[in-house]
C-alpha cells in the first residue's frame, strides 16, 4: 500500500526566507507526486506533479520540487517566501497501474502548516 | 475555463438524517472522486466514478454512497449521520488518458452533524 509522510506538522519563516517541507513516500511502483496547497476553508490548488522525466519540477507561485527515488522524496521548495504563501501544504501520491485498492486514488501526507512572519 | 464545482457550501443535519452533495467536474473531464476531509483524520479518500461506474472506493461504510450522470456530474449520499461525518467533502476530476492524470479539486461542501 502506498504511503506519504510530511514529517513537519508545523513551519514557521520569516518572509523573504527560504523555504524546504519536506515529503516522504512509499510505493512500490513508479511513484506519481504531488503537492497542493489548501487556504482555510477552501479546496486543494495544485502547485505541481512529478510523473516523469526531468527530477527537478517548476510549479506556480514560484515552487519547485524535486524527486529523489534513492531517498523517496518529494521535497518542496521556495526561494523566498512572502505572506501570501501562508497556508497548509499537502504532499500526495497517485497510483494509475495495476488496479486494487489503490487505483486511481490519491494518498495524501498529513499536510504541514506553514506560517509566515512578517 | 470553469473549475470544479460543489453543491451546497454549507450543509446542516442532525444524527440520523440524510446528506447530498453535489458536484460538477471541469469540461471534458470524465472522472469524478470524493474525498473526506475531517479534523485530526487527513484527506481520505472515499469514492471514484469514471464514465458513470464506480472504479474504486475507500474505507468507509456502505452508507457512504454515490452515482455519477450521463453529464459526468456527481452525487455523493451519506446516510443515517453520525457525529463523526462532520467534515469537508472535497470533489475532484480529471481526465483519464490511459495513464497518470491530474485531479483538481473543488472548494468543498462543510458538512456539520448535530
Known amino acids: 500500500a502506498q504511503s506519504v509522510t510530511q514529517p513537519d506538522i508545523h513551519i514557521t519563516v520569516s518572509e523573504g526566507a527560504s523555504l524546504e517541507l519536506r515529503c516522504n513516500y512509499s510505493?512500490?511502483?513508479?511513484?506519481?507526486l504531488f503537492w497542493y496547497v489548501q487556504s482555510p476553508g477552501q479546496g486543494l490548488q495544485l502547485l505541481l506533479k512529478?510523473?516523469?522525466?526531468?527530477?527537478l519540477v517548476q510549479g506556480i507561485k514560484g515552487f519547485e520540487a524535486e524527486f529523489k527515488r534513492s531517498q523517496s522524496s518529494f521535497n518542496l521548495r521556495k526561494p523566498s517566501v512572502h505572506w501570501s504563501d501562508a497556508a497548509e501544504y499537502f504532499c500526495?501520491?497517485?497510483?494509475?497501474?495495476?488496479?486494487?485498492?489503490?487505483?486511481?486514488?490519491?494518498?495524501f501526507g498529513q499536510g504541514t502548516i506553514l506560517t509566515v512572519h512578517p | 475555463e470553469a473549475g470544479v464545482t460543489q453543491s451546497p457550501t454549507h450543509l446542516i443535519k442532525t444524527r440520523g438524517q440524510q446528506a447530498t452533495l453535489r458536484c460538477s467536474p471541469i469540461?471534458?473531464?470524465?472522472?469524478v472522486y470524493w474525498y473526506q476531509q475531517a479534523l485530526g483524520l487527513g484527506l481520505q479518500f472515499l469514492l471514484w466514478?469514471?464514465?458513470?461506474?464506480?472504479?474504486n472506493r475507500g474505507n468507509f461504510p456502505p452508507r457512504f454512497s454515490g452515482r455519477q450522470f450521463p453529464n459526468y456530474s456527481s452525487e455523493l449520499n451519506v446516510n443515517a449521520l453520525e457525529l463523526e461525518d462532520s467534515a469537508l467533502y472535497l470533489c475532484?476530476?480529471?481526465?483519464?488518458?490511459?495513464?497518470?492524470?491530474?485531479?483538481?479539486f473543488g472548494p468543498g461542501t462543510r458538512l456539520t452533524v448535530l
Open positions: 466514478y469514471d464514465e458513470g461506474e464506480e472504479r
Open positions: 510505493y512500490g511502483a513508479t511513484p506519481y
Open positions: 475532484a476530476s480529471s481526465f483519464l488518458a490511459g495513464g497518470p492524470s491530474t485531479q483538481y
Open positions: 469540461s471534458g473531464h470524465t472522472s
Open positions: 512529478y510523473f516523469s522525466g526531468d527530477t
Open positions: 500526495a501520491v497517485g497510483a494509475f497501474r495495476g488496479g486494487g485498492t489503490s487505483y486511481g486514488k490519491l494518498t
